[in-house]
């Protein structure tokens, strides 16, 4: 099983930009084992919801709220993926993670994720 740990969330302002990045831990052959990487997001009360994902091809996908300011992307084994953040509001803020072929969303394991928060 690969560890992922989130950083490079911060306080914004609205319009303004944040990089995430997800540190992976595990063995090389685990990590290039994966198909989809996901970024998730929770903001306080609300349900957990996938913001964007990758695949091993490179195709990507997005939730229709971050269409046209996010763009996720492939890194290396370490940090096997990213995900920059333009043009932030305020309903940006959230508590950002990241997965691998979904197994915190099956695990229910989250860690700590990294705290995006979007206010002036």
């Known amino acids: 099983q690969v560890q992922l740990v989130e950083s490079g969330g911060g306080l914004v302002q609205p319009g303004g930009s944040l990089r995430l990045s997800c540190a992976a831990s595990g063995s090389i052959a685990s990590i290039f084992s994966i198909s989809t990487w996901n970024w998730y997001r929770q903001a306080p009360g609300k349900e957990r919801e996938s913001v964007a994902t990758?695949?091993?091809?490179?195709?990507?996908n997005y939730a229709d709220s971050v269409k046209g300011r996010f763009t996720i992307s492939r890194g290396n084994a370490r940090n096997p993926v990213s995900l920059q953040m333009n043009n932030l509001k305020p309903e940006d803020t959230a508590v950002y993670y990241c997965?691998?072929?979904?197994?915190?969303?099956?695990?229910?394991?989250w860690g700590q994720g990294t705290q995006v928060t979007v206010s002036s």
């Open positions: 997965d691998a072929d979904r197994q915190r969303l099956r695990s229910g394991s």
């Open positions: 990758i695949t091993n091809t490179g195709s990507t």
